[in-house]
């Protein structure tokens, strides 16, 4: 679930890779251990990235997504595309 401060109605990513898969960020997690991310609330839960541009779109927030190199290019173009950006 998405939490903000205020009401927005649009996002803006900037990224050099695309988004991380829920096995990459689990594998990750154990680099850490589960007591390092459970400290801080925000990042205690895994979030999948189907399930938070579903809720962007649900929201109606429009995400402006700029990349830097060709390789996430496809990712980027997608993430705006599925959510009018």
Aim: neutral net charge.
């Amino acid at each position: 679930m998405l939490n903000f401060e205020k009401e927005v109605d649009q996002l803006i990513v900037i990224g050099d890779a695309p988004g991380n898969t829920n096995e990459e960020i689990k594998k990750r997690r154990l680099h850490k251990g589960e007591i390092y991310w459970k400290k801080d609330s925000r990042f205690a839960d895994i979030l999948e990235g189907d399930k938070l541009i579903g809720e962007m779109k649900a929201r109606n927030i429009a995400v402006h997504s700029f990349y830097i190199g060709s390789g996430p290019a496809n990712y980027f173009q997608e993430l705006s595309k599925a959510t009018a950006g």
